[in-house]
């Protein structure tokens, strides 16, 4: 091979490697690819809006948009309520709102509803779902439920619960 077509060669090789490198997805390491639970702490939300056990999710932060996917549907029970996340939860964030939410529904005195929307109001947290709405205090929402047994899991729920899914 002559220098000119060993050089030719060259040239269409590193082109080659510039292309695949500029159209393939990026390695991130952690730091540049948090977890869902940090997207809600940036966005001023508490990482407990979210249950145990998020395997994945999609944000385009341009517009907002986002998706969370989780293995199962989880429920659970919280005092009066029963919450239920789908195994996609969709909608829209923003800071200090989650908004045109979709896969969250709530159970209240026997009536499922959609949560709607979720706002940080300073020290609450506002739930609506769209006819009504609730406050509660931020420090409820210091710990992530788990499936199935909420904030109440003992060993041996959580026990039972990972034999008879």
């Known amino acids: 091979m002559d220098s000119a077509t060993l ?5 269409s090789l590193a082109s080659t490697l510039y292309l ?4 393939s997805n990026p ?4 730091d ?8 809600l702490q940036n966005y001023y939300f508490p990482v407990s809006l979210l249950p145990e056990g998020v395997i994945g999710y999609d944000l385009d932060n341009t517009t907002g948009k986002f998706t969370v ?3 199962d549907i989880c429920s659970f029970s919280e005092g009066l ?6 195994t996609t939860v969709k909608g829209y964030i923003s800071k200090g709102k989650l908004s045109s939410l979709e896969g969250v529904s709530v159970k209240f005195f026997h009536v ?8 940080r109001r300073g020290n609450d947290i506002e739930f609506s779902v769209g006819v009504g709405k609730a406050e509660f205090p931020i420090e409820y929402f210091v710990k992530s439920p788990q499936c199935g047994c909420g904030l109440n899991c003992s060993r041996r729920q959580a026990r039972k ?3 008879n899914p």
């Not at 540049?32 to 997207?39: K, L, N």
């Not at 309520?81 to 789908?86: A, D, M, P, R, S």
């Not at 499922?112 to 706002?119: D, H, T």
């Open 7 to 11: 050089l030719k060669f060259l040239i």
């Open 20 to 23: 695949i490198l500029i159209h």
């Open 27 to 30: 390695a991130y390491s952690d």
């Open 32 to 39: 540049e690819h948090p977890t869902p639970y940090d997207v």
């Open 69 to 71: 996917y989780l293995n």
């Open 81 to 86: 309520y029963k919450l239920k996340y789908e």
């Open 112 to 119: 499922w509803m959609n949560i709607v929307e979720i706002l």
């Open 161 to 163: 619960l990972m034999e």
